[in-house]
């Protein structure tokens, strides 16, 4: 089946660690979006990138780092400039990015600091 | 600037009664509205959309959102509830015509449905 596969499912960081989120696709899908979920916040977008060796900044880009190297993957780097990472990650992907296009949802990686 | 309100945090309702999750926005021009749902622990998924055409949208489980223009309004609603309904819902805004604009979500409305 297709679908957006992101892991780890659970990360702990310590303190001046940079990590990774890996977020994989298998849809063919052009677009590709990181977001940050808090509780009663909803979800903020951190980067999107709408082709391969593309991405822009979203609202809190801040302190996270992407590349888009292949179609498939848009992994995400939470660096130690990122002072509150605790939160729970979201990888989503849409055909093109056309605005009238649905996103599809990773199941997620809930990160913590140790 | 786009914005996207859910003024409920939660809603409940027995099992069998109609429901309804409420969304407003605020956009200029045509808005692209969304409605999302998650489970514990896991992503969004997707149940229906408003792109243009006929104000009442139906979509995944039974669900359908009715959009109205004057009140600028998109609200969620199913006529009988079911417990697995239960679960956070989120209402997203996106203007239209334009590839490069970011879609926006409301806080989230948390639905619970009692036996």
């Known amino acids: 089946d297709g679908g957006i596969t992101q892991s780890p499912k659970y990360l702990f960081r310590k303190e001046g660690q940079n990590v990774t989120l890996s977020c994989e696709q298998n849809?063919?899908?052009?677009?590709m979006y990181w977001y940050r979920q808090d509780p009663g916040q909803g979800l903020r977008l951190i980067y999107y990138s709408q082709i391969v060796n593309d991405f822009q900044k979203g609202d809190i880009a801040e302190g996270y780092s992407v590349s888009r190297e292949k179609k498939e993957s848009f992994p995400l780097t939470v660096t130690s400039a990122q002072k509150n990472p605790t939160a729970f990650y979201l990888c989503?992907?849409?055909?093109?990015?056309?605005?009238?296009?649905?996103?599809?949802f990773g199941d997620g990686t809930r990160l913590s600091i140790l | 600037a786009q914005s996207v309100a859910q003024p409920e945090d939660q809603v409940n309702v027995a099992e069998g009664n109609p429901l309804t999750v409420k969304c407003t926005y605020s956009?200029?021009?045509?808005?692209?509205l969304f409605w999302y749902v998650q489970y514990p622990n896991r992503g969004l998924q997707f149940l229906l959309k408003?792109?243009?055409?006929?104000?009442l949208v139906k979509g995944s489980y039974g669900f359908e959102a009715e959009f109205n223009k004057s009140q600028t309004s998109f609200h969620l609603k199913k006529p009988s509830a079911l417990v697995s309904d239960s679960a956070l819902y989120f209402c997203?805004?996106?203007?239209?015509?334009?590839?490069?604009?970011?879609?926006?979500f409301g806080s989230g409305t948390r639905l619970s449905i009692r036996p």
């Open positions: 997203a805004v996106r203007k239209g015509y334009s590839s490069a604009s970011k879609i926006i």
């Open positions: 408003y792109i243009t055409g006929d104000n």
């Open positions: 956009v200029s021009g045509n808005p692209y």
């Open positions: 989503a992907s849409s055909i093109d990015g056309a605005a009238n296009q649905p996103q599809h």
């Open positions: 849809l063919n899908h052009d677009a």
